[in-house]
Each structure stands twice: as structure tokens, then as C-alpha cells.
């Protein structure tokens, strides 16, 4: 058995986060399936994993910034960048309620394990209060805790590993039987999980996330936990059980309960967070408030939900609003739509930089997954896109090309379950229109897919945006709130007027040639640099056509293609 380390440091951490996101992408469905609490619209498994994507994601990003020699020892961030990596990841990345509670589990780890007197390694006993503090933490987040909940399982958890001896590994094992046997308990707790004769979904999500963390400092897999308590029935019976609002709901709310379901990021005070929290626990229920340090992540079920964003800008500064009606489908939330029951033959999911496009997309037939600015998708976003799409075959569009290796990832999930995928590498949402616009589901699949990729491959990109840095170019050296243009992904154009530069940028595309000018304009855009860009097409390059589009709130000020 190859040596494993028995103290908990950063190498830990990231074995951790590894192990832990591979179990719960196992064990998603069979987690997703249990979800009964107190409606039945699992998605529990879903929302954790995706949570732990991008805890598991920062972690890798310090290490790799570490390695590119950005910190003091290159390849081996301490024990305290990783937790607070691990942490400030799952905080924003969190969905719903269970994955709101891991965020909220994790922080309360890194607040032991990141501390000041932080050592570089974390011993039995250290590990052992971090997960105490965690616990604690968790139930503090939540505005009406519930017992047979994940809670539940998170303070059986921590009760264990405080009473155990030995290493990290042995507190470790000992956390994960404490949690395993709570789990098993939580139906005598909650009658509608006695009910449908299963255990509580988060609670066994956690104890998922703790045997990987017992496998990363031991190297030996535990015994698995039951999905099932000793009721008769499985979760179909408990589907139209009215219940009280639970701790651990990731599903819409129940008949007769709240029609909305609010989440954002929150920069703001402690004292203003306080105030806001009693003012959402008036609004609605599923209340959970967690994170700190001037940044929060805010959960709750409304009826208004315009209300609790105003409540949210009284606070401090709301973003990365995510606001999904009960019932309705929503793009952008995981799990949110019913499928129809018969699979259609061809679907296109596409990856789209901002709130127009998407329209966009959408209107041309096309399953839209929005990337917000800084929030690009993770893989289990484009996994539940594409069983959203409910097709027997999909083209998948990345129109990014640092989206390659996630998307790929998907598609390789997805093929797994039967699905016939197909990932057209386009590099801009420009190219993923090109490819749209000669998709033709009635003609066989490997025709329509050469043909999307021969759109996309011989339509050019370019955008425009705004430097935040100084920094090194492929066309020299640009300052913090210059205007670049860059052509196919590499800068081409250092200017200081957007209008001028975006003037310069399409002149060099169209230097080689063009019949189709696609111009997506953002938010950000001068009211007048469509209309000056049109105008240079139709004076200056004879028989060459334009179409403007509105994208949003985009990254960037202006992306151009030439086909």
C-alpha cells in the first residue's frame, strides 16, 4: 500500500478535495434519488458536487500558481492556502441548501486550520476541533436548524472526532463512523424520511465527503453508508408530504410554500448581514447565510423575490444573482426543469458569455448555459445541460477556449449514460453562431456535425476589452485601463479610445477578406460603436454584410466574427 500522510497539510487537502469530488460524482444520482425532504425534486447530489467542483478547482489553482513559482516554497502551498483555496472556492461556487452548508462546513475548518497560530501540518487533535468548529459553524448559518438533517450528521461528526485518539487518520475514521451511524438514524428523526424509507441526502452527501477524507490520510476506502432507513417505501411515497421547512432542501418549495428561490454573493458588514438576516427570515424560509469576512453567500425561498435582492443591496453589494420560479425551468439552474418523457433525436447545448446571447441561443433551438463574467461553468453545469436538452444526440459548443477540457470532461460523462456527444471545439460564442446557423437536425448526425465544426473553423474572432493590470502583449506592453483587441485569442491592438480600437481590430480581419460581420456588443459598449463599425463595413468593404446582436453583461466590451 503506497505511504499516505497522517497529519493533515496541504498535500492532504488536495488528495481530499480529489477523492471527494470522484465519490460524489458516483454517488450523485443515488444521493439525487433520496432527496425527498420535504418535496421530491432531488437535486441534492447535483448541488454538492458542483460545490465541491469548485472547492476542488481553487485548491488546484494554488498549486499551480505555486508551481509557476508564485509563492515562497514553488509546488507546495502551506496548509493555510489550501483550506482558505478550499474554502473561498465552495463558497462561491455553492448550489442550494446542502452545497450552501458544505460551503459553511469547509470555512469553519479553514478558520481552525488557516489561523494565525496556524501550524504548517494539522495533528489528530487539530483536525479533530476543525471539525468541531464546523459543525458549529453550520448550525449557526442556518436560521431554524432541523435535527435529522445534515447537521445532524455534521455535529455527530464532530462529537466523534473529539472524543478519539490518535492521528489524523484515526480521527478521521472515527468522524466518519459517528457520521455514518447518525445518518443512519435520521429517519427516527424526521418522519417524512421514516416515511419514504430513506436517509437524509445531505447528511449522505457529508458522510461521502468524509470517507474521501478518511481514504486521503489513510489510503483505505471505508464501508459505504446505507441509502436507505428502515421505512417501507421508497421516495415516491413521500412526494406530496407537507412538511416544515428543512435545513437541507435543495428542492422547490412545498405546495402552498414560497414560488421563488433567491441566491447571490453579498459583499457586506457583519452588522448589515445581521440586520439582513432578519429580514429574509421575515420574507420567506430555507433561510442559510454563510461566509464572512465582507463576503456571504445568501440563500432563501421567497415569494418576492425582488425583495430579498433590495434587502440584499441595503446590506452591501449583491452579485451573481440567481433567481429560479418553482415549477418553471430555469437555464441556469441544475435540476430546476421536468424532462419530457420522450428523448428528442438531436439537441445543440452551448456555452454563452452573457444574457442576450442566451436569448439568442435559445431562440434558435439551442440549450443555453450562461457563463457570467468571472463564473465560468464547471462540468456537472454542462452535464445537467446536456440531460436538460433530453436528446439522443447533442453538439456540444464551449465557444471558449479555456472551456476545452472542462467540456470535454462532460462529454465524456454524459457518454457514459448512452448519449451520443459530439464537442465542436469553438473558441468564441461568434464561432458557436456561425456553427448554429447551418445545424440542421434532420440530416444524419455526422454530417451536421462536420458541418457546424466547417462553420465555426472558418468564421475569425475578436474581441475588445478593457486591461485591468499592466501586463505583457504579443503587442507590447499595456497599461490598467487600456483598450485592447485581440484577434483569435492573441492581442492585436493597444488603443485608448474603444470606438478607435474596435475600428482598427475589424479593419485587420477584414484585411484577408470576409462576406458576414457578426458584431455582439456588451453593456459596457459606447451607445454609438455599433452603428460607427456598421457604417465602416458598408463604406469600406463592398458586398460584405453585418449583424449586431445585444449580448448583456458580457467579459468583454465587444466580441467580433468574420465569416
Known sequence: MPQVPQTFDALAVRAWCGLALDALGRAREEIDAINVYPVADGDTGTNLYLTLESAATAVEAVFAGHEAGGGGDPGRPTLADAVRAMAHGALI???????????????????VLAGDDAPAHADGTGLGLALR???DSARQAVAHPVEG??????SAAADAAGAADGDCGAVARAAYEGARTALAETPDLLDVLRQAGVVDAGGRGLVTVLAALVESLTGETPRGPAARGPGPHPRAEAAHTVAAPCADDDAPSRPGGPAFEVIYLLEAEDAAVARLRERLDALGDSLVVVGGDG???VHVHVDDAGAAVEAGVEAGRPYRIRITHFGAGDAHAPGAERLPAERVQRAVVAVVPGEGLAGLYTEAGATAVL???GEPPASGELVQAVRRAHAREVVLLPNDAELR????????QVRAEGVRVALIPTRSAVQGIAALAVHEPERRFDEDVVAMTSAAGATR?????????????MAGICQAGDVLGLVDGDVAVIGQDLTETALAVLDRMLAAGGELVTLVVGDGAPESVAERLHARVREAYLAVDTV???GGRQGSVLLIGVE
Open 405 to 412: 477540457h472542462t467540456a470535454a470532461a462532460a462529454a465524456e
Open 149 to 154: 438533517t445534515v447537521l445532524t450528521v455534521a
Open 371 to 373: 457563463a457570467r463574467p
Open 548 to 550: 449586431v446582436h445585444h
Open 93 to 111: 461556487g455553492a448550489r442550494g441548501n446542502s452545497g450552501t452548508i458544505l460551503a459553511q462546513l469547509l470555512r469553519g475548518m479553514a478558520q
Open 461 to 473: 474572432y475578436a474581441e475588445v476589452t478593457v486591461a485591468e493590470r499592466q501586463s505583457w502583449t
Open 133 to 135: 468548529h464546523a459543525a
Open 295 to 297: 463576503l456571504w453567500n
